[in-house]
């Protein structure tokens, strides 16, 4: 029996990390004396952290987010509006299994993008499948897909992830087959696998930028029936940031941010 005839056995059963680390760990369990347990248990840990690592890099690619936010770089004394705790809470991701809906309310720049994307990356380190888009873009790439009569397969790009991140709904106004996409996606997910969304404007504001009472009804209702809504009120952290260091904001900018929907 040599090594090279482990390695290839090792390399045979996909246990590549185990092979890599292989030489290493028997030189130093005879150094170290370790019980034959405690080797295979080392070898085994390290296989499990390699694969977890190199499934989580793959999670992280197919979600396709746009900047990598954690909690911990929230910075929720400079936001008073958040509820930290109700944050943290989010965190243990137990929305997920009850299917609820995120939806994450108010002006530019308070962080609803950088939370969003911070709890789905929080997701994708418990093991889920995430995916990451703006509305504009679900709805663009569907029509795309719908005039290919490609609908049903470019759909479930956006049904299949546990969790969908629908970002920077209502800054642009919706045609009807556009709204239509959106309400497919809504309905189709309703109950099945949770929605985290982001929006500039309040839920009363929706028929406008849908262009349709009746189907924003349609989407509201399926979205809000379990969901947990958060507003944040406050000025937008990158004005804060930039005021701090004494950059002035030309006040036509200042008033169309501070506008408060809320
Ligand atoms: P929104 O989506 O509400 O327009 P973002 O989440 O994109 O705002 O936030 C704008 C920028 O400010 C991002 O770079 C984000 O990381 C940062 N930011 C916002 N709020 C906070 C905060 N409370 N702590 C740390 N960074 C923040
Ligand atoms: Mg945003």
Not at 24 to 41: I, T
Not at 153 to 161: A, F, G, N, Q
């Amino acid at each position: 029996m040599n090594i090279e005839q482990i390695h290839a056995k090792l390399d045979a059963l996909d246990l590549t990390e185990a092979s890599r680390v292989l030489a290493h760990r028997a030189e130093q369990a005879a150094k170290e004396d370790w019980s034959y347990l405690r080797f295979l248990d080392q070898l085994f840990t390290e296989e499990l952290a390699a694969r977890r690592d190199r499934s989580l890099k793959a999670r992280i690619k197919l979600a396709r987010m746009p900047a990598k936010k954690t909690l911990a770089a929230f910075d929720f004394d400079a936001q008073p509006g958040v509820d930290r705790k109700l944050i943290h809470e989010l965190a243990t991701l137990t929305f997920l299994d009850r299917t609820d809906n995120l939806c994450f309310l108010g002006p530019p720049g308070v962080g609803k993008s950088h939370l969003c994307t911070a709890l789905m990356f929080r997701a994708l380190e418990e093991g889920y499948t995430a995916y990451f888009t703006t509305l504009d873009h679900m709805v663009a790439d569907l029509k795309h897909a719908q005039a290919q009569e490609k609908l049903e397969k470019r759909i479930r790009v956006y049904l299949k992830p546990k969790v969908l991140a629908i970002d920077e709904i209502g800054y642009m106004p919706l045609d009807r087959p556009a709204a239509n996409l959106f309400f497919q996606v809504v309905a189709r997910r309703y109950e099945r696998g949770s929605i985290i969304l982001t929006s500039n404007k309040s839920y009363g504001d929706w028929a406008q930028f849908l262009g349709d009472p009746v189907l924003a009804t349609a989407i509201l209702d399926r979205l809000l029936h379990h969901s947990i809504t958060i507003n944040i009120r406050g000025e937008s952290y990158r004005l804060r940031e930039r005021r701090k260091a004494g950059i002035s904001i030309p006040p036509q900018a200042k008033e169309v941010l501070s506008a408060n929907v809320f």
